[in-house]
Every structure is written in C-alpha cells, then in structure tokens.
C-alpha cells in the first residue's frame, strides 16, 4: 500500500472502531461486526460488455469485514434508543474488503481470431482493496426483527469507498507485451497501481439465526471513479464507461452488545 492509503486506513479504522466504539461502551450505540465474501463478477474492458460468456467469466473472489453502527438499541440499559424513524429504519456500515481476479477477452472478436490471436492471448488480473462507508435503509422497523416479529429484514444501501487497486496484463505469446498487443490496445495498457473512489449500490436482506447474530446476503454494484481497474484504456467509441462490478457476497453478523 501507498503511504496515502495506509493513513487512510488508519484513520478510517479509528473512526469507525475507536471513536463508535468508545460512544457504544457508554451506552450510546449499538454495534455489530461480520464477515462477508462471494464471487465478484468484473466490467471492464476486457471482452464485450454486453456479451454472455464476458458477464459469467470474468470474474473473481472477494472477502470483507463489516461494522455496524445500530441506532435502535442502547446497551447500557438494555434497551431501544428513542423511537424516531432514522434509528427505527437505518444503520451505518463501515466496510473494508479485498477482492481479485482474472480477466480475459471473449467475444466473437477474440473467438474468430487468425492464427496469432493477438486479442484472446491477452490475459489480465486485478487486485482491489477498499474501505468506506454506506448507508443502509431498512422498509421494515428494526426495533420488531430484533424482537422477532419476521424473520427476515431486506435492505437497500448507498455508499462510498476510497479504492487502491494493483492490475496485471501479459500475453501467453511472449514478451514484451508491447509486441503482441491487439492494435485497440496499443498504448492503452498499464501495469501501475492507483488509486481512485467507488460510488456503491447495493440490495440484501438479514435472516435471524440466534438473539445475537444475522445471516446476510448483499448484491452490491460498484462504479468506478477510473477505467484502470483493470490497466486498460482507449479511446476508442466502444469504451462508454469506466470499470464497474458486481459483488455478491454472503456473511454472518453478530452484535456485540445487546
């Protein structure tokens, strides 16, 4: 990591793990921690974007740690908070996670190739941390999942998180890569790491196992702020859109103090 990205980190993990921390242990908050991963599924500009077997194949993993800031419940006296709407319907989730991939050209382009096959030898991986904060919104009231009156409890959330990412690109005919690159990427490649932001979409639902603890499951989209996730750029018509990704990701929640 950058000397940038560490004093982020750092500042961030303080913030959201010291300082809620700190009000949670007088009783002022409600906090929660998990774990998530799931396959991320990666846009770029590798392959065809609209292209079936471009959607399904280049994708990763991705593993992450979350923290929960609950305004619906206050430990020091083992109860809810005052019944407004804000704490009844919405948390805050301070998220850090890692994910990576390989990525590769499909298409009919990269499929009907002549011999060489500039395009289809042309292979790619991308290594991605981030950390941020979003905002999730519940339609049902906290106060009653936590009491068990429904099991489950759906969610919307929005977000943004701060991005380093470190991407990789060779071709399996030789070096330098500069001889074998397909002519829409020539001077278009980048194997130095950046950094940028992410806006952050995302959709899910909790599931009650225990008094203490959630199962989760969280469908995320991610657009980027930069169209080197991936280390490729061109300005060619077809590259509309910066790098984008979805993330599908399963985990388990569990309150610390309730």
């Given at each position: 990591m950058t000397n940038l990205t560490r004093t982020l980190c750092i500042v961030m993990l303080l913030?959201?793990?010291?300082?809620?921390?700190?009000?949670?242990?007088?009783?002022?908050?409600?906090?929660?921690?998990?774990?998530?991963?799931?396959?991320v599924a990666y846009y770029t500009d590798y392959g065809l974007r609209y292209n079936m077997e471009t959607n399904t194949s280049n994708t990763g993993i991705g593993v992450g740690l979350v923290y929960y800031i609950n305004f619906a419940y206050r430990a020091d006296c083992n109860c809810y908070t005052r019944d407004t709407y804000f704490?009844?319907?919405?948390?805050?989730?301070?998220?850090?996670?890692?994910?990576?991939?390989?990525?590769?050209?499909?298409?009919p382009?990269?499929?009907?190739?002549?011999?060489?096959?500039?395009?289809?030898?042309?292979?790619g991986s991308t290594k991605v941390f981030e950390m941020g904060a979003h905002l999730e919104?519940?339609?049902?009231?906290?106060?009653?999942?936590?009491?068990?009156?429904?099991p489950i409890s759906p969610f919307a959330s929005l977000g943004f998180n701060f991005v380093e990412y470190d991407p990789y690109t060779y071709s399996e005919l030789g070096e330098p890569l500069e001889?074998?690159?397909?002519?829409?990427?020539?001077?278009?490649?980048?194997?130095?790491a950046g950094s940028t932001w992410s806006i952050v979409l995302?959709?899910?639902t909790r599931y009650k196992v225990a008094p203490f603890s959630d199962l989760v499951v969280n469908l995320q989209w991610r657009y980027y702020n930069t169209d080197w996730i991936d280390g490729l750029d061109h300005d060619n018509p077809q590259n509309k859109f910066n790098d984008m990704m979805f993330w599908l990701n399963f985990g388990y929640i569990y309150y610390?103090?309730?």
């Open positions: 913030f959201f793990f010291g300082k809620e921390s700190a009000l949670a242990q007088k009783g002022l908050l409600g906090q929660e921690i998990g774990i998530v991963a799931g396959p704490n009844d319907h919405f948390r805050i989730r301070a998220e850090v996670d890692y994910h990576w991939g390989e990525l590769n050209h499909f298409g382009i990269a499929r009907n190739e002549g011999p060489n096959g500039l395009l289809r030898n042309m292979i919104y519940y339609p049902f009231s906290i106060r009653d999942y936590t009491a068990y009156a429904y001889d074998y690159l397909f002519h829409t990427f020539q001077g278009g490649v980048s194997q130095e995302g959709i899910g610390l103090n309730f």
